[in-house]
T-cell receptor
């Protein structure tokens, strides 16, 4: 089954404790990205990757890191989480961004930083 | 002007109604357009791509007006299961830009 898998689904952590949210896709997609979704702000892109070893900042990259060592994996790293990073996070992958290409999303990670 | 703007709603309609959502985008160079559906706090899923010639998928019709930078989604014969948030999405080259979504609630 084609899918994007994120883990964990739910996480409560304390300020400053490093964490990683994993994302894996089994569709051989080149393009992957991370979004956060907050009430009243919609989905905002954090980082994206056009291919292995190619990553770039989205609209809200501060406080986050990513890596793309393999095509299928695109982990999101919070080196020192803060309460303003409490949010719902989605990983997405697609063949590209052009007409007719579908972005597949993971089920989301609900992160709370206290 | 925001990159992608939608009327947030909510739209509350009875079953069987026809409802239309509108969306405007600011980047005239955008090349691809989509409508996604998101159920409460779940992941967004593609509803349909939007083509210049307009396209239809069952009860759903999408239209694109490049001159006005305007996208629409028409839902005919609304079902209870259509209740969701509908996201207008535009490709800006390196990213998909999402509108904040329009909430639809269909009641019996």
């Amino acid at each position: 089954e084609a899918q994007v898998t994120q883990n964990p689904r739910y996480l409560i952590t304390v300020t400053g404790k490093k964490l990683t949210v994993t994302c894996s896709q089994n569709m051989n997609h080149e393009y992957m990205s991370w979004y956060r979704q907050d009430p009243g702000l919609g989905l905002r892109q954090i980082y994206y990757s056009m291919n292995v070893e190619v990553t770039d900042k989205g609209d809200v990259p501060e406080g986050y890191k990513v890596s793309r060592k393999e095509k299928r994996n695109f982990p999101l790293i919070l080196e020192s989480p803060s309460p303003n990073q409490t949010s719902l996070y989605f990983c997405a992958s697609s063949l590209g961004l052009g007409q007719g290409t579908e972005a597949f999303f993971g089920q989301g990670t609900r992160l709370t930083v206290v | 002007r925001k990159e992608v703007e939608q009327d947030p709603g909510p739209f509350n309609v009875p079953e069987g109604a026809t409802v239309a959502f509108n969306c405007t985008y600011s980047n005239s160079a955008s090349q691809s357009f989509f409508w996604y559906r998101q159920d409460c706090r779940k992941e967004p899923k593609l509803l349909m791509s939007v083509y210049s010639s307009g396209n239809e998928d069952g009860r759903f019709t999408a239209q694109l007006n490049r001159a006005s930078q305007y996208i629409s989604l028409l839902i005919r014969d609304s079902k209870l299961s259509d209740s969701a948030t509908y996201l207008c999405v535009v490709n800006k080259g390196t990213a998909l830009i999402f509108g904040k979504g329009t909430t639809l609630s269909v009641s019996s």
